[in-house]
């Protein structure tokens, strides 16, 4: 039923992000890193409840289903980075784990090498994909004509590519009131930090975590 409470998230990030929302209606979203449309999505609990917005994935084979699944949404199949350019995509037998990011992928192939093919961190390909900054993703799919000068919710699941995302970000063009970005990636976590910063200093405030996420919302609007 459309009006269950039940979470399509990896730890419940959607529920979360609600609470924090204080709605869960026409949320407007731009969802980085979303792989499925609907399984292990942060964003597929709002898109159920007349909810849209820009869904951004590098992986090639999930737009199909996107386009089935969440057709009010665009999905744009591209990675997020500080310029236009081709980049090197390791694809692992659990798409979970795809990323840009070498050092991470090299994090994956070890403990695939320790602990053997489960878990699903054995690379499995590797292709060169393109990567835009987010900014120039939404001014061209005319967010702020489309949606608005604001963003209710922007999820980041980028596999240690969270600063890159957060600085191609341009925040005077379309602010997100809440975000949510995974800092479970330990070999990132110097760099996660760096994206943290640059949300405290836009005067974000962080609201929460599960352990695998932290929540920052924007001071000006939510906090009241």
Not at 68 to 91: H, I, S, W
Not at 118 to 125: I, S, W
Not at 190 to 214: F, K, M, N, V, W
């Amino acid at each position: 039923m459309a009006n269950s409470r039940r979470s399509y998230s990896q730890v419940a990030e959607d529920l979360l992000a609600a609470y924090y929302l204080r709605k869960d209606r026409n949320i407007t979203y731009v969802d980085v890193g979303c792989l499925w449309p609907i399984e292990h999505s942060n964003t597929y609990f709002f898109y159920r409840r007349g909810g849209s917005g820009i869904c951004i994935d590098p992986n090639p084979t999930v737009k199909d289903d996107y386009e089935k699944a969440r057709p009010r949404d665009r999905f744009v199949n591209c990675g997020v980075g500080l310029k236009p350019e081709l980049m090197t995509y390791f694809q692992f037998a659990n798409p979970v784990f795809n990323t840009f990011s070498a050092p991470r992928a090299a994090e994956l192939q070890k403990a695939h090498l320790e602990k053997g093919a489960r878990g699903g961190r054995e690379l499995v390909a590797e292709a060169l994909v393109e990567v835009r900054p987010l900014r120039a993703i939404l001014l061209a799919a005319d967010w702020r004509g489309q949606f608005g000068p604001t963003i209710d919710f922007l999820s980041i699941d980028v596999e240690g590519r969270e600063l890159e995302v957060i600085s191609s970000m341009d925040f005077s063009y379309a602010r997100p009131s809440l975000i949510v970005m995974e800092t479970a990636v330990k070999t990132q976590r110097h760099r996660g930090e760096q994206a943290q910063q640059i949300l405290l200093d836009q005067g974000y405030s962080i609201c929460g975590q599960t352990g695998h996420d932290t929540f920052f919302r924007d001071e000006v609007r939510l906090a009241n």
